[in-house]
């Protein structure tokens, strides 16, 4: 080898060298930054023995990726259902006390025992009274923090679509980089990197799945199979409902036009906030109100009195009523848990005769059929005594999340109980197995193409030493130059 192949040689080796340092000295700066991962420079030898960078490469493993970005869709989405969940089961917490449906019926049984024992008395009647009053303002309140569950998980989707949409428009910026740095031989790994970590945000909000193309552009599908980018962004959209009723079904999530949740979707989502969002919004809470209507149904049809002649024709509500209205649901009746009403007859606080508990004729006092205490004993105590049994009398109640259809009024609520609490229960352990799983599937795709600090550092030194051997080849091809130049002239 002549003294300038020598001299280029070495020098391309100084350039390679250089090259690779900074390289090193990337991954040791970004060795505790999320989604960074590990990047090599690229050398070949030529036929005349001398090193090039043919350029940067990043380590990457796609199956980890993929399991990482599944991973974290699951995890959203139990984590959503989970927070609504319990903003449910706070109608029926334990610390509440008496302050809960079956705690409310609980306590009206106990106050027409006490009645019944008493039926003389008209400050035990009209307690009675009051402890219809509270379960129907339970019923009530307890219907508003349904809905306002729904609505606060509509204003999360809206949420969420937003920020899908906002992360769909970054991807298609760095996805344009990314091909046209991989046409050109440029180096991509930031870009790549930053690809990854805006594809780990997006699978947090819904559910998806990558395949990628030869010149590095990606294409980017829902869980589902819909559309979200292929060369640019589709369109995600939603329109937020701005009130709640038990009548009010909200918008589904629509991607490229088509719906993404709620029964009509065709290719809908199974990950990520929006399923989450969307289970609360359009499955569980409204069975929940379903069970909290027949629970008002229920009240109604145990409490509702017939006339003398006990022709079940002659039958109309009592202490309980939907709205003003006499008449007895006949089939579940979405609201009815916020309209149910106690009689004004009965209550001594609006000009009634709590007395009537005892007499019977709530629904119409001067209608004298109905009156049962026909002598006007003041120790007449039967209609009490079946009011106080009332609950646990069986009747018929519409399917809902999963509770009986026969049953007592009493065991029926006794299983929403449970049926809420199990839900409660169910979205905690799934939510915290999915995030248990997501830190797995993070620390393993961490440890395949992440920054190793020890292997970079001694690949640091590494360089050091060959840098110092190039120059050195340098130096002492300079210094047999100079003999050689000394020696000619």
Request: glycine share 8%.
């Amino acid at each position: 080898m002549s003294l300038t192949s020598a001299l280029s040689s070495a020098r391309n080796s100084l350039s390679v060298r250089s090259a690779e340092t900074e390289v090193v000295s990337r991954n040791v700066a970004g060795v505790n930054e999320v989604g960074y991962t590990l990047k090599r420079a690229n050398v070949a030898t030529d036929s005349a023995g001398s090193v090039r960078l043919t350029g940067v490469s990043r380590t990457s493993d796609n199956v980890l990726f993929s399991s990482m970005t599944k991973a974290a869709s699951d995890a959203a989405a139990r984590s959503a259902l989970l927070t609504g969940v319990n903003a449910l089961q706070q109608i029926v917490d334990p610390a509440l006390g008496d302050a809960t449906p079956t705690g409310r019926l609980g306590a009206l049984t106990d106050a027409l025992t006490q009645a019944a024992a008493a039926p003389s008395d008209q400050t035990l009647a009209q307690n009675a009274v009051d402890r219809a009053q509270d379960l129907v303002r339970t019923l009530q309140d307890a219907t508003a923090t349904v809905q306002q569950t729904r609505k606060t998980a509509d204003s999360d989707l809206a949420s969420s679509v937003s920020n899908i949409n906002a992360l769909l428009s970054q991807i298609q910026a760095v996805n344009t980089r990314v091909v046209g740095n991989i046409a050109t031989g440029k180096d991509a790994t930031t870009d790549l990197d930053t690809r990854d970590q805006l594809l780990g945000k997006l699978s947090n909000e819904i559910g998806i799945r990558t395949t990628m193309r030869q010149d590095g552009d990606m294409q980017i599908y829902t869980d589902g199979g819909g559309t979200l980018f292929d060369t640019t962004a589709r369109e995600v959209s939603f329109t937020p409902t701005t009130s709640f009723d038990a009548n009010t079904n909200g918008s589904p999530v629509m991607i490229d036009g088509m719906p993404a949740t709620g029964s009509n979707a065709v290719m809908g989502v199974t990950g990520g906030r929006i399923f989450g969002l969307a289970q609360i919004r359009d499955q569980i809470a409204p069975a929940y109100q379903g069970q909290l209507d027949e629970i008002a149904r229920g009240l109604i049809n145990a409490y509702k009195e017939s006339n003398v002649s006990g022709d079940p024709a002659s039958t109309r509500a009592g202490l309980f009523r939907n709205g003003t209205s006499t008449a007895i649901p006949s089939a579940l009746t979405p609201g009815l848990a916020s309209s149910i009403s106690v009689a004004a007859t009965v209550d001594r606080k609006q000009g009634g005769n709590p007395f009537l508990l005892r007499d019977g004729g709530i629904s119409n006092p001067a209608d004298a059929s109905y009156k049962l205490n026909t002598t006007d004993a003041a120790s007449f105590s039967s209609r009490l005594r079946d009011l106080s049994t009332a609950p646990e009398n069986t009747q018929e109640f519409a399917m809902s999340g999963g509770s009986f259809a026969t049953g007592s009024l009493s065991l029926y609520a006794a299983s929403s109980n449970g049926w809420i609490e199990g839900q409660r229960q169910t979205a905690s352990s799934e939510s915290e197995q999915r995030s248990a799983f997501l830190n797995r599937a993070t620390q393993a795709l961490s440890g395949a193409t992440g920054v190793s600090l020890d292997t970079e550092m001694s690949k640091m030194l590494d360089l050091e030493r060959a840098y110092q051997g190039s120059a050195k080849l340098i130096s002492v091809i300079d210094s047999m130059l100079q003999s050689l130049l000394q020696a000619t002239g």
